[in-house]
């Protein structure tokens, strides 16, 4: 048959130019015939629906917009008009204050050092009050120490440490020269005339280490450092303090002429708000494809379309089909409140092409304006003009209290940064000397045990005997070096000679430096008149912060002036160029217009039923034919969904080239297609060539078919019905082209791709209408026949009646046929008038003629409907394989294709296990032979292809070899027959177990617990069915608790905390759950809009998320563990009860769904080093990074044929 098809296509081919013939096809043709027909079915519908009241306007208005009703309701639920002068006077102002001296803006930048540095040192004159000491107590301390013995000791001198380490280097030669000679004989020279010059050295040395360390010298000059720094530093902060004061009053009285516009709306909601809102709104529409397909409009494929119907009332096909020569003129004027509705939403349809979608580059623009007017609405008039005042006193304060540094103060302290600069100097010897000391004492001449060596006996080893020469050079240094280390070792300090010296000479060349500073100290000392105490008095420091502080602005309230600042730079950041806000302007003019329109369609649509009523109300009836149709709503809708299947097909014929182009793509794309659930794009060029050679072969049945009557020209649709197409959602295609990848690579697949998007290929959506085509178009043409007069009324005749003494035998058995017909249908409606009798009729009719959409919604609570104590009824049937509890799960409308927790539908599991009696059941039920399992094999893959070759087994009864040829010919019998699933049972409100969370209003969940208190509970359990959160304004749900969002990945319904005070108002709101469901979390600042993806799967038991996962927590003392390995299981994760012997795992298995990511779940805390971890069967999650992982929901599937499983294989031996 494809290759009947292909064949047919390429026949064709020459047909076609640059991918469309020159004049209109024949599927063109029969196209807009049957478009004719839809148009005028679907305004009778309309016009029907609006006279008797049934129409919700807003509803059809939103249809022809291409809009969902939510999103409308969102852009225009607010007047924009009143925020229109508000916005020109923002515009205005900001014109004027970018005119305005605006030289303190950059200036009032630095507020926020300079506050910093203001903060640190305001209270300082506390602290100068009561210091740790004197000021004076340093020059004290520090006169005490120079004046010392120690310090004044001179007696180590230079000359004694030099010569020798000279000499000591000498031992690092290998040859010496005369030089050399001469130099190790003076040095043996001053060590045999002064033996003990070096002791006295070190005793002289650790004696100024302890004076040193006895001294308060150093506490007392922290303080005196601490002081010098105030006296620096905060008369210049006080200056900078006053300049940014000056500056920041400058800024409030250049913007004070905006003020009234930044506090002009101060009645009702935030403006920010309202324009945020539909904004919002709009932001959704536009990141959506296409709305969902129309019902009430769907004939109109444009707004322009509404306006032909007077043109198809009077065109050739319609009197030639439709009137056959009777006059239009009563059905023309019947739709005339049709037509004028059509005029009226062309001028609603104008602005909103313009408006419809919203690009990048606009929405920055309108959410920047937003942001702003959000944060300037938080200011009142009273608040801005207290800021005025602060300023002022402020201002005022600082000019009154700091003091200018004049002359006086400079000299003073310029002689004192000169005294200063000595004093420096010589403390940061003191504390070099102090710490080289301390080296040289502890590393060379301290004992293991930490006691000084009190004789420093080693130091007369250095006496040395013999007179050196070139010759005896070495041997005297080793045996220097020999005698004084192991004299040192002996008293347990093991070093080296040379190290021991040149540690020693930098410590008394320390002190050397130090007499030289003494010296210059007391020089200078003897010259400086300044204290301390005189220059801080000069300065005026003390005074200017105790002014400030007992002033009339209180340095307490320092923090109001950061609320000025943040005005001031708020202020100066409103958004420019001023075209942001003179876009918004112009943006919210056309939400006005939109408003506007759709307000007078409104009102002319709702007038249509007022007239009507007015009619009927006066003498004679009106004889209106639109309310002739019955069942107008359906039939027009059948009937255009019909027409767009021909316009599809139309679309892609006209496309033919370029689809021929498209053939496969490569393996990054099919990657990409598989991950978004895509998979029959990955591949698409047979069923391409398949879908072409369909459409060309419809065309040519076209030709035939036109040349007929109406009801044979409708045959068309059951060859439509035939076609399957590519099936695929469009839309999840449309926003994976928006990912950088793709859209900054135009060309190559991208461009294919594109195509696809454009254009529908997916015909099982119109399978149930084109499959009732010919049946709507009869009930139509019955229809018409009746308003146009075509059905023939028998004449009036003149009955006699003839009076006789019987009756005969037949009319005493039609008699009595009739009255057993009568008492049947009597039987029939009073059955129906029962309770269960409306469940039963109503559940056929959804079984006949329901949309999916109505299945979707009974589907809602399958989790709940098809459970019992949380095990699901239809698995755990198909466990057991009892056929019996099967049979009563699937007549009980049970979801036939739910997953059990290894990743199989029912019927995977029954084929696998050679169950035909119980496989058939399910088929004959709706069971979809197409899904994968977790191997990505179809049920009936699950037949082993060499289950003939298998060998019999003990027991004749267990042999799977015929049952397996049942099942082989089951699937191959009903390859191409189709099961319509049965109708879910509804669900009573009756059963809800509704729970509602401790943040909402106390008072209202008090009187929804009073009012329902047989379906409300106060404790979450698994039997739980709604959980009512409090959401913000938009309807989101915004939480950190994981308490809270366990619920959702368990399924559980989640509604809003409106749907309780709407059932205190009217109890049969219980039953509308679905017009509160909550769609969106916000969890740690992010949003995610995954809540009803969550309840719908876990509701239909759809693949575990979590299938071939297995969980090793590494703290088993986690808190939340429990509840956390709960639901892992739930999601068909495994617990591992001790850590997992890597050996067991298969490298380069992946979970089912999340192939970018290893099957060894490990959760921790997040303190632990993980490096060891980290291979490929790892993936690591702390709590937080497990719910994003959960919100997000996010799907990679394993593509690959057969998987290898994650756990390896044991053999058994």
Same mark, same amino acid.
């Given at each position: 048959?494809?290759?009947?098809?292909?064949?047919?296509?390429?026949?064709?081919?020459?047909?076609?130019?640059?991918?469309?013939?020159?004049?209109?096809?024949?599927?063109?043709?029969?196209?807009?015939?049957?478009?004719?027909?839809?148009?005028?079915?679907?305004?009778?519908?309309?016009?029907?629906?609006?006279?008797?009241?049934?129409?919700?306007?807003?509803?059809?208005?939103?249809?022809?917009?291409?809009?969902?009703?939510?999103?409308? &309701?969102?852009?225009?639920?607010?007047?924009?008009?009143?925020?229109?002068?508000?916005?020109?006077?923002?515009?205005?102002?900001?014109?004027?204050?970018?005119?305005?001296?605006?030289?303190?803006?950059?200036?009032?930048?630095?507020? =926020?050092?300079?506050?910093?540095?203001?903060?640190?040192?305001?209270?300082?004159?506390?602290?100068?009050?009561?210091?740790?000491?004197?000021?004076?107590?340093?020059?004290?301390?520090?006169?005490?120490?120079?004046?010392?013995?120690?310090?004044?000791?001179?007696?180590?001198?230079?000359?004694?440490?030099?010569?020798?380490?000279?000499?000591?280097?000498?031992?690092?030669?290998?040859?010496?020269?005369?030089?050399?000679?001469?130099?190790?004989?003076?040095?043996?020279?001053?060590?045999?005339?002064?033996?003990?010059?070096?002791?006295?050295?070190?005793?002289?040395?650790?004696?100024?280490?302890?004076?040193?360390?006895?001294?308060?010298?150093?506490?007392?000059?922290?303080? @005196?450092?601490?002081?010098?720094?105030?006296?620096?530093?905060?008369?210049?902060?006080?200056?900078? *303090?006053?300049?940014?004061?000056?500056?920041?009053?400058?800024?409030?009285?250049?913007?004070?002429? #905006?003020?009234?516009?930044?506090?002009?709306?101060?009645?009702?909601?935030?403006?920010?708000?309202?324009?945020?809102?539909?904004?919002?709104?709009?932001?959704?529409?536009?990141?959506?494809?296409?709305?969902?397909?129309?019902?009430?409009?769907?004939?109109?494929?444009?707004?322009?379309?509404?306006?032909?119907?007077?043109?198809?009332?009077?065109?050739?096909?319609?009197?030639?089909?439709?009137?056959?020569?009777?006059?239009?003129?009563?059905?023309?004027?019947?739709?005339?409140?049709?037509?004028?509705?059509?005029?009226?939403?062309?001028?609603?349809?104008?602005?909103?092409?313009?408006?419809?979608?919203?690009? &990048?580059?606009?929405?920055?623009?309108?959410?920047?304006?937003?942001?702003?007017?959000?944060?300037?609405?938080?200011?009142?008039?009273?608040?801005?003009?207290?800021?005025?005042?602060?300023?002022?006193?402020?201002?005022?304060?600082?000019?009154?209290?700091? %003091?200018?540094?004049?002359?006086?103060?400079?000299?003073?302290?310029?002689?004192?940064?000169?005294?200063?600069?000595?004093?420096?100097?010589?403390?940061?010897?003191?504390?070099?000397?102090?710490?080289?000391?301390?080296?040289?004492?502890?590393?060379?001449?301290?004992?293991?045990?930490?006691?000084?060596?009190?004789?420093?006996?080693?130091?007369?080893?250095?006496?040395?005997?013999?007179?050196?020469?070139?010759?005896? $050079?070495?041997?005297?240094?080793?045996?220097?070096?020999?005698?004084?280390?192991?004299?040192?070792?002996?008293?347990?300090?093991?070093?080296? *000679?040379?190290?021991?010296?040149?540690?020693?000479?930098?410590?008394?060349?320390? $002190?050397?430096?130090?007499?030289?500073?003494?010296?210059?100290?007391?020089? &200078?000392?003897?010259?400086?008149?300044?204290?301390?105490?005189?220059?801080?008095?000069?300065?005026?420091?003390?005074?200017?912060?105790?002014?400030?502080?007992?002033?009339?602005?209180?340095? /307490?309230?320092?923090?109001?002036?950061?609320?000025?600042?943040?005005?001031?730079?708020?202020?100066?950041?409103?958004?420019?160029?001023?075209?942001?806000?003179?876009?918004?302007?112009?943006?919210?003019?056309?939400?006005?217009?939109?408003?506007?329109?759709?307000?007078?369609?409104?009102?002319?649509?709702?007038?249509?039923?007022?007239?009507?009523?007015?009619?009927?109300?006066?003498?004679?009836?009106?004889?209106?034919?639109?309310?002739?149709?019955?069942?107008?709503?359906?039939?027009?809708?059948?009937?255009?969904?019909?027409?767009?299947?021909?316009?599809?097909?139309?679309?892609?014929?006209?496309?033919?080239?370029?689809?021929?182009?498209?053939?496969?793509? &490569?393996?990054?794309?099919?990657?990409?297609?598989?991950?978004?659930?895509?998979?029959?794009?990955?591949?698409?060029?047979?069923?391409?060539?398949?879908?072409?050679?369909?459409? =060309?072969?419809?065309?040519?049945?076209?030709?035939?078919?036109?040349?007929?009557?109406?009801?044979?020209?409708?045959?068309?649709?059951? /060859?439509?019905?035939?076609?399957?197409?590519?099936?695929?959602?469009?839309?999840?295609?449309?926003?994976?082209?928006?990912?950088?990848?793709?859209?900054?690579?135009?060309?190559?697949?991208?461009?294919?791709?594109?195509?696809?998007?454009?254009?529908?290929?997916?015909?099982?959506?119109?399978?149930?209408?084109?499959?009732?085509?010919?049946?709507?178009?009869?009930?139509?043409?019955?229809?018409?026949?009746?308003?146009?007069?075509?059905?023939?009324?028998?004449?009036?005749?003149?009955?006699?009646?003839?009076?006789?003494?019987?009756?005969?035998?037949?009319?005493?058995?039609?008699?009595?046929?009739?009255?057993?017909?009568?008492?049947?249908?009597?039987?029939?409606?009073?059955?129906?008038?029962?309770?269960?009798?409306?469940?039963?009729?109503?559940?056929?009719?959804?079984?006949?003629?329901?949309?999916?959409?109505?299945?979707?919604?009974?589907?809602?609570?399958?989790?709940?409907?098809?459970?019992?104590?949380?095990?699901?009824?239809?698995?755990?049937?198909?466990?057991?394989?009892?056929?019996?509890?099967?049979?009563?799960?699937?007549?009980?409308?049970?979801?036939?294709?739910?997953?059990?927790?290894?990743?199989?539908?029912?019927?995977?599991?029954?084929?696998?296990?050679?169950?035909?009696?119980?496989?058939?059941?399910?088929?004959?039920?709706?069971?979809?032979?197409?899904?994968?399992?977790?191997?990505?094999?179809?049920?009936?893959?699950?037949?082993?292809?060499? @289950?003939?070759?298998?060998?019999?087994?003990?027991?004749?009864?267990?042999?799977?070899?015929?049952?397996?040829?049942?099942?082989?010919?089951?699937?191959?019998?009903?390859?191409?027959?189709?099961?319509?699933?049965?109708?879910?049972?509804?669900?009573?409100?009756?059963?809800?177990?509704?729970?509602?969370?401790?943040?909402?209003?106390?008072?209202?969940?008090?009187?929804?617990?009073?009012?329902?208190?047989?379906?409300?509970?106060?404790?979450?359990?698994?039997?739980?069915?709604?959980?009512?959160?409090?959401?913000?304004?938009?309807?989101?749900?915004?939480?950190?608790?994981?308490?809270?969002?366990?619920?959702?990945?368990?399924?559980?319904?989640?509604?809003? =905390?409106?749907? #309780?005070?709407?059932?205190?108002?009217?109890?049969?709101?219980?039953?509308?759950?679905?017009?509160?469901?909550?769609?969106?979390?916000?969890?740690?600042?992010?949003?995610?809009?995954?809540? %009803?993806?969550?309840?719908?799967?876990?509701?239909?038991?759809? *693949?575990?998320?979590?299938?071939?996962?297995?969980?090793?927590?590494?703290?088993?003392?986690?808190?939340?563990?429990?509840?956390?390995?709960?639901?892992?299981?739930?999601?068909?994760?495994?617990?591992?009860?001790?850590?997992?012997?890597?050996?067991?795992?298969?490298?380069?298995?992946?979970?089912?769904?999340?192939?970018?990511?290893?099957?060894?779940?490990?959760?921790?805390?997040?303190?632990?080093?993980?490096?060891?971890?980290?291979?490929?069967?790892?993936?690591?999650?702390?709590?937080?990074?497990?719910?994003?992982?959960?919100?997000?929901?996010?799907?990679?599937?394993?593509?690959?044929?057969?998987?290898?499983?994650?756990?390896?294989?044991?053999?058994?031996?």
């Amino acid at each position: 048959m494809i290759v009947l098809f292909v064949i047919i296509g390429l026949l064709s081919a020459p047909a076609f130019s640059n991918g469309s013939s020159k004049e209109p096809s024949d599927l063109q043709l029969i196209a807009e015939d049957f478009q004719i027909l839809a148009r005028v079915t679907n305004a009778i519908a309309l016009q029907a629906d609006a006279v008797r009241g049934q129409l919700n306007a807003r509803d059809a208005i939103a249809e022809f917009l291409s809009i969902e009703k939510h999103d409308l &309701d969102g852009i225009i639920g607010f007047d924009p008009q009143p925020f229109i002068p508000y916005l020109q006077k923002v515009e205005e102002d900001i014109k004027n204050f970018e005119n305005s001296d605006k030289t303190w803006m950059e200036k009032i930048k630095n507020f =926020e050092n300079v506050s910093t540095e203001f903060e640190a040192w305001k209270n300082t004159d506390v602290n100068l009050s009561a210091p740790t000491s004197l000021p004076g107590d340093f020059l004290a301390s520090l006169q005490t120490l120079i004046e010392s013995d120690e310090a004044k000791d001179t007696s180590c001198k230079t000359t004694v440490l030099s010569p020798l380490v000279s000499f000591l280097k000498l031992g690092e030669k290998s040859e010496y020269s005369d030089d050399d000679e001469f130099l190790a004989t003076g040095a043996l020279t001053l060590i045999k005339n002064q033996p003990d010059a070096y002791v006295n050295c070190i005793k002289l040395i650790i004696k100024v280490q302890n004076s040193l360390n006895a001294s308060l010298v150093f506490q007392h000059y922290e303080d @005196y450092l601490r002081i010098k720094k105030v006296i620096s530093n905060v008369p210049t902060v006080l200056e900078e *303090m006053k300049s940014e004061i000056t500056n920041h009053k400058a800024g409030l009285a250049t913007s004070s002429f #905006m003020w009234n516009s930044v506090t002009g709306n101060t009645s009702g909601k935030p403006m920010s708000e309202q324009i945020s809102r539909a904004l919002d709104a709009h932001i959704l529409h536009s990141k959506r494809l296409d709305p969902p397909l129309a019902g009430l409009t769907v004939a109109f494929f444009r707004a322009a379309d509404l306006l032909k119907v007077s043109d198809d009332l009077n065109s050739p096909w319609f009197e030639k089909h439709i009137a056959r020569g009777a006059s239009v003129q009563n059905l023309t004027h019947a739709l005339e409140p049709f037509n004028q509705v059509a005029k009226d939403i062309q001028l609603l349809d104008k602005p909103w092409k313009e408006f419809n979608r919203l690009d &990048d580059e606009h929405r920055t623009k309108y959410k920047k304006v937003v942001a702003h007017l959000k944060y300037l609405e938080g200011y009142t008039l009273e608040s801005l003009r207290s800021f005025a005042e602060l300023a002022d006193s402020v201002n005022s304060s600082f000019h009154n209290c700091v %003091q200018k540094r004049n002359s006086t103060f400079m000299n003073i302290y310029q002689k004192f940064q000169e005294q200063q600069n000595v004093t420096g100097e010589l403390m940061r010897n003191f504390k070099d000397f102090q710490e080289k000391a301390g080296k040289f004492v502890t590393g060379h001449l301290v004992r293991s045990d930490d006691q000084a060596i009190e004789s420093y006996h080693c130091f007369n080893k250095l006496q040395i005997d013999t007179e050196p020469n070139k010759n005896n $050079m070495i041997a005297l240094i080793t045996k220097m070096k020999k005698d004084f280390s192991e004299c040192l070792e002996q008293n347990g300090n093991k070093t080296d *000679m040379l190290q021991v010296f040149i540690s020693f000479e930098s410590v008394r060349n320390n $002190m050397e430096e130090q007499y030289s500073l003494i010296k210059k100290f007391n020089n &200078d000392k003897g010259e400086a008149k300044v204290k301390l105490t005189e220059v801080l008095n000069a300065s005026g420091v003390e005074a200017s912060l105790k002014c400030l502080r007992d002033g009339p602005y209180k340095l /307490e309230k320092f923090d109001d002036l950061k609320d000025v600042n943040t005005f001031l730079r708020t202020l100066n950041d409103i958004p420019r160029p001023i075209e942001d806000v003179k876009a918004t302007i112009e943006y919210l003019q056309t939400i006005s217009k939109i408003k506007n329109g759709l307000e007078n369609v409104e009102k002319e649509i709702k007038s249509v039923g007022s007239r009507q009523k007015r009619a009927t109300a006066q003498s004679e009836p009106v004889d209106n034919p639109v309310l002739a149709l019955n069942g107008s709503r359906l039939v027009a809708e059948n009937m255009a969904v019909c027409a767009l299947s021909l316009w599809d097909l139309v679309m892609i014929r006209e496309n033919r080239n370029e689809l021929l182009t498209v053939g496969n793509f &490569d393996a990054k794309t099919k990657n990409d297609l598989s991950q978004q659930g895509l998979g029959e794009f990955m591949e698409p060029e047979i069923a391409m060539k398949k879908l072409l050679g369909e459409v =060309e072969a419809i065309n040519i049945d076209a030709k035939t078919l036109r040349a007929k009557s109406l009801l044979d020209m409708a045959q068309i649709f059951e /060859e439509v019905a035939k076609i399957r197409g590519i099936l695929g959602r469009r839309e999840i295609l449309w926003k994976m082209l928006k990912k950088p990848e793709y859209a900054h690579n135009p060309g190559g697949d991208t461009k294919k791709l594109q195509l696809l998007v454009e254009l529908n290929l997916d015909f099982q959506t119109y399978e149930s209408r084109t499959k009732d085509g010919v049946f709507t178009v009869k009930a139509l043409i019955s229809y018409f026949d009746q308003i146009f007069g075509h059905v023939v009324k028998p004449p009036t005749a003149t009955v006699i009646i003839e009076k006789t003494s019987h009756y005969s035998l037949f009319v005493i058995v039609g008699v009595s046929i009739a009255i057993c017909l009568v008492v049947f249908i009597a039987v029939i409606v009073a059955y129906g008038l029962t309770k269960k009798g409306k469940e039963r009729y109503k559940n056929l009719w959804l079984y006949y003629f329901g949309k999916p959409a109505d299945f979707e919604r009974r589907w809602r609570y399958a989790k709940f409907m098809d459970s019992k104590d949380d095990v699901n009824a239809l698995l755990d049937a198909t466990r057991e394989t009892n056929k019996t509890n099967l049979v009563i799960a699937l007549k009980k409308g049970a979801y036939v294709n739910a997953y059990n927790s290894s990743g199989n539908t029912a019927l995977h599991f029954l084929t696998k296990f050679g169950r035909y009696d119980m496989a058939l059941e399910l088929v004959k039920n709706g069971a979809d032979r197409t899904l994968l399992n977790y191997k990505n094999l179809t049920p009936e893959e699950m037949i082993p292809k060499d @289950y003939k070759s298998l060998p019999p087994p003990e027991d004749p009864s267990s042999e799977l070899a015929p049952k397996y040829e049942d099942l082989a010919k089951m699937y191959k019998k009903y390859a191409n027959k189709k099961f319509k699933q049965r109708v879910p049972e509804a669900f009573p409100s009756t059963s809800f177990r509704i729970w509602y969370d401790e943040r909402t209003d106390e008072d209202l969940s008090n009187k929804f617990y009073e009012k329902f208190s047989s379906i409300t509970s106060t404790e979450l359990t698994v039997s739980t069915t709604h959980c009512i959160v409090k959401t913000d304004e938009r309807g989101v749900l915004v939480t950190d608790d994981i308490n809270l969002l366990i619920p959702i990945f368990h399924g559980m319904i989640i509604v809003r =905390e409106s749907w #309780m005070a709407d059932c205190l108002k009217d109890e049969k709101v219980i039953e509308e759950d679905a017009r509160y469901l909550v769609g969106t979390v916000k969890y740690k600042g992010v949003e995610y809009n995954t809540v %009803q993806m969550w309840t719908n799967a876990i509701a239909k038991a759809e *693949m575990p998320f979590l299938v071939g996962t297995f969980m090793v927590v590494l703290d088993l003392k986690y808190a939340n563990l429990a509840m956390l390995t709960r639901l892992m299981k739930s999601l068909g994760c495994e617990m591992l009860s001790e850590f997992p012997n890597l050996d067991q795992f298969n490298v380069g298995a992946r979970p089912y769904l999340h192939a970018n990511l290893g099957p060894l779940f490990l959760f921790h805390d997040g303190s632990k080093d993980l490096l060891q971890y980290k291979t490929e069967l790892f993936s690591h999650f702390t709590e937080e990074q497990l719910i994003v992982f959960l919100l997000k929901r996010e799907i990679n599937r394993d593509t690959r044929k057969n998987p290898p499983d994650v756990v390896r294989e044991i053999p058994i031996e």
